[in-house]
């Protein structure tokens, strides 16, 4: 099993970033996928997640507004990204876990199942 992330780099502030989570390995239909992110000294902190079927999406107050989660099949998920600040500075982890229907704050903890290698954005000021 493999998450692959991609689709980090650097831009200015103001600007966007997509990044994509790629899964292989087996089929993730029914697992949330989601989005944390960590700075060097700092805790990996929740950034965005998806439910399985992708009707039920999740932000962390700090970037609600700006990114959008999409779950473009069962094994890709996306986060657009807007209006960066240098704040969302961060090496950005995919994750993917089995999360029940009455289990919401199970999207917010970092202790997915499995978890991709990371993408780098930087955003400078």
């Known amino acids: 099993v493999q998450l692959q992330a991609s689709g980090g780099g650097l831009v200015q502030a103001g600007g966007s970033l997509r990044l994509s989570c790629a899964a292989s390995?087996?089929?993730?239909?029914?697992?949330?996928m989601g989005w944390f992110r960590q700075t060097p000294g700092k805790e990996r902190e929740f950034v965005s997640a998806i439910n399985w079927s992708g009707d039920s999406t999740y932000y962390a107050d700090s970037v609600k507004g700006r990114f959008t989660i999409s779950r473009h099949n069962a094994n890709t998920v996306y986060l657009q990204m807007n209006v960066l600040k240098p704040e969302d500075t961060a090496v950005y982890y995919c994750a993917a876990s089995l999360i029940g229907p009455y289990s919401t704050r199970d999207y917010y903890q970092p202790q997915y199942d499995y978890w991709g290698q990371g993408t780098l954005v930087t955003v400078s000021s």
């Open positions: 390995g087996r089929s993730f239909s029914s697992y949330a």
